[in-house]
């Protein structure tokens, strides 16, 4: 979480210093995807037995965001609260997270731009609903996956929409009540993310 904040500062303070416009806002929306697979060791067996692929669902996102922008080229920080839903047949998998996308962009045509960009993910919570499987940590604190989309700016609102992807999984293992069957789930999320802005 601490290398997260450092590097979100870090590009806010630096990118403020030679932009020739600098905007600071609030932002919120919805997301609409899923985790990766689940993967289930049966009997003792070596080889997973059991792959399930998550549904997608719907979650919400809410944040901060700044944009820098020289000469039609921009650079748009953010950092962003994340919950995230995934339904896996029986029982449904639920994230928190904190997701700070680093986006650069270019103003295309009028109001409307694109952009791209790293994605960094640090995991708040995961947990298992309506199930008696126990769910671990993720095997990695912060892990790097990549957004990209378009938006259209009106004054001071802005509209987005956007993919995000994964580089590399991020494995949560956990285990039935009795222990008697081990599994695990990919953390890392595909989803669809749409966006409403407001800049100060």
Known sequence: MKKIMFIAVFLFSSAGLIAQEADFGIK???????????????????????????????????????????????????????????EYETFNYKIDKVDAPILLGVNVFGPLNIKAGPSFQYIINNELEDTTLKIGDVEKDITVGYQVGAGINLGRLGFDVRYEGAFTENTAFGATETAQENFSIDSRPSQWILSLSYAF
């Open 28 to 86: 919120g929306g919805f997301n609409y995807g899923a985790t990766g697979d689940y993967e289930s060791l049966g009997d003792g067996a070596d080889d997973f037995s059991q792959i399930i692929e998550g549904k997608e669902k719907s979650g919400y996102h809410i944040g901060v965001f700044s944009r820098f922008e020289i000469i039609g080229i921009f650079l748009q920080p953010e950092l962003m609260f994340t919950r995230l839903n995934t």
